[in-house]
């Protein structure tokens, strides 16, 4: 069964504090892994897709990248603007829907 | 460009009682997606459309849900009879296409509470 992993399940970090996010999959043939920021009361924003092992992508202070069977989100001197919480997703080739992991709420502290 | 349009924001209703939430998916979106997400956890796919045909609803509680996307734009999600548990915040989401290299995009979502 297609499955996906996040943790810690909250993370709260000083100001700066550099740390890593978990995403853990198990899917029968990868089609994309996804990273997105849901803010409260809003709905998922897009951030990266990853493809295949060994990719990386960055954004600002964040930056992903994928192994076989797990990919991280890291967070590199945060600010108190990256509270939220981080989404990851993938997208299996048999089914082609998003299974989503249940998320990491990051709280930064000034 | 204009991001995916849901409403309302927020329904609270009674057990037993009906509702609907209606979506505008981005200008020129083929594919729109219905999710489902109880707090503390993610989105869950309830029904995938391309175009006006349903493409996955494998997940959508036929017995009291439904979904229909008339002309292959608009959407509307309903729930008939509503149960407790039905209380989640509802998303709509957009894409290109149905692909990998097609990002989905979500609207602000609905938030539903079933008393």
């Known amino acids: 069964e297609d499955q996906v992993t996040q943790s810690p399940e909250a993370l709260r970090l000083q100001e700066g504090e550099s740390s890593s996010l978990n995403c853990s999959y198990t899917?029968?043939?990868?089609?994309?892994l996804f990273w997105y920021r849901q803010d409260p009361g809003k709905g998922p924003e897009f951030l990266f897709t990853l493809y295949s092992a060994g990719e990386e992508k960055e954004k600002e202070r964040l930056k992903a990248t994928l192994t076989k069977k797990e990919s991280f989100l890291h967070i590199t001197a945060p600010k108190p603007e990256d509270s939220a919480t981080y989404l990851c997703?993938?997208?299996?080739?048999?089914?082609?829907?998003?299974?989503f992991g249940q998320g990491t709420t990051l709280q930064v502290k000034p | 460009e204009a991001g995916v349009a849901q409403s309302p924001r927020y329904k609270i209703i009674e057990k037993r009682q009906s509702v609907a939430f209606w979506c505008n998916p981005i200008s020129g979106h083929a594919t729109l997606y219905w999710y489902q997400q109880i707090l503390g956890q993610g989105p869950k796919l309830l029904i995938q459309?391309?175009?006006?045909?349903?493409?996955?609803d494998s997940q959508l509680p036929k017995d009291r849900f439904s979904a229909e996307r008339l002309k292959g734009v608009d959407s509307t999600l309903k729930i008939q009879p509503a149960k407790l548990e039905d209380s989640a915040v509802y998303l709509c989401?957009?894409?290109?296409?149905?692909?990998?290299?097609?990002?989905?995009?979500f609207g602000p979502g609905t938030r539903l509470t079933v008393l």
């Open positions: 989401a957009s894409s290109f296409g149905p692909s990998a290299t097609d990002t989905q995009y």
């Open positions: 459309f391309q175009n006006n045909g349903v493409v996955d």
């Open positions: 997703a993938v997208q299996a080739s048999n089914t082609g829907k998003l299974i």
């Open positions: 899917v029968s043939g990868l089609r994309g």
